[in-house]
């Protein structure tokens, strides 16, 4: 796998973040973070815990964006931690997995279910280590659902233009 | 040992895992309770740089309406000129005009990023007011730009009185509402109307006494609480801020060195 193509998907999807994501203001629930598209489609030929590694560095530079010290960070180890295991159930034949991991190798039902997974399990941390109490709990599932939906249909619609 | 090194080995994985993530709840908690470094927030001037260039751009768009603000502005300095007094604590006081680069108002959390820094003179801890009203506290300084802790930020706790009769409280905010503050720790036997101005209290240096914070939209006693639950309007509008001003009080530094002395 190219990885001169891993970068440069990071830094504009990093730019589509910044500029264009984090400036929605859409009813104070919906902050899609697109940017762990990179972490969820990056290929599985280094070691685990060097996709950590990679995972907590791209969770820091987020984290410098959003004046949230270790929540962007925390969340993507976390991410990095559960990935290969979550692919390991969800798909069946293994050789599948050199490639690039995207909806055309994985198919929609595996891909949708990685991607869900994942996805909530990302939103759900940020937002609940950002509010840092549990009085806010409603306030952080409603966030999850919204902004979960919308970055699940990103990073589809990612994959439908990329496939061809 | 080596069935030791062969169980680390074994589980390399996981404590690489969890190293990492004791490594984030520390930067979590030290910059919840020490937020010190610039480089690791948007002061960094990287990242505020970024950010005032999209501000360029937004900027051009409200172009009518910041006229008109400055106007307004105007008048009021003219008045204030006009009604000077001479206090000796007033003199002490003076502003500095800076410009919100970046800002989010839709979180539990939120910050602005504001155009001056640590070559300016600002340190941490000063308060930062627009014309509107009070808008927050210094936090994280640069060189070049500072990261302001607006009212609107759960961490935010604001020493306040009533205007009409110079009753304590404190400002606080739940999370909710952008335009509404909530004021604590005022006692059920205190009468409070709806209408009621809410100002600074001047108790700490941060603020000089009687900056406008907001007024009493409406106060709910319940049988039995020791507290009222008032709903402030706060009189920043913090969706539309533009320019701030930030509260450089010479002697704060004096005043905190004095109460630091007395624990």
Known sequence: MDWTKQIIRYIAVMMLQVLLFDQLQLLGVCHPYIYILCLLMMPITLSHSADMLIGAAVGLVMDVFCNSLGVHMASCILVMFIRPYLLGAVVNDRDRLNEQICLRTLGWEAFIKYMVILVVIHHLTVFMLAAWSISHIIFVLVETLVSGFITCILILGYNALSDK | ?263
């Open chain 2, 1 to 263: 040992m080596q069935s030791l090194l062969k169980i680390l080995l074994r589980y390399s994985n996981f404590l690489v895992f969890i190293a990492l993530e004791v490594a984030a709840f520390l930067l979590l908690y030290y910059n919840n309770a020490y937020p010190r470094s610039s480089m690791l927030s948007t002061a960094n001037s990287i990242v505020a740089w970024q950010n005032e260039q999209i501000n360029e751009i937004r900027g051009y768009f409200s172009l009518r309406r910041q006229n008109e603000q400055l106007a307004a502005e105007n008048v009021s300095l003219r008045n204030q000129i006009c009604s000077m007094d001479s206090a000796k604590n007033a003199s002490a006081i003076h502003y500095m005009s800076a410009k919100v680069v970046q800002m989010t108002t839709d979180r539990l959390h939120n910050y602005l990023t504001i155009s001056l820094g640590s070559n300016d003179g600002i340190v941490r801890g000063q308060g930062v007011r627009n014309e509107e009203g009070a808008v927050g506290f210094v936090r994280t300084v640069g060189p070049n730009y500072s990261v302001v802790l607006p009212l609107i930020n759960t961490h935010t706790h604001l020493s306040c009185r009533f205007a009409k009769n110079d009753y304590l409280g404190t400002l606080v905010w739940n999370g909710k509402d952008n335009r509404f503050g909530q004021l604590a720790d005022v006692s059920a036997h205190m009468v409070v109307n709806p209408g009621d101005t809410i100002v600074t209290s001047g108790l700490s240096p941060v603020f000089p006494e009687g900056i406008p914070v907001g007024i009493v939209e409406n106060s709910v006693l319940k049988e039995g609480d020791a507290y009222h639950t008032i709903q402030v309007r706060l009189f920043t509008n913090f969706k539309r801020l533009k320019y701030v001003e930030v509260v450089q009080n010479a002697h704060q530094q004096e005043l905190e060195e004095l109460q630091n002395g007395l624990d």
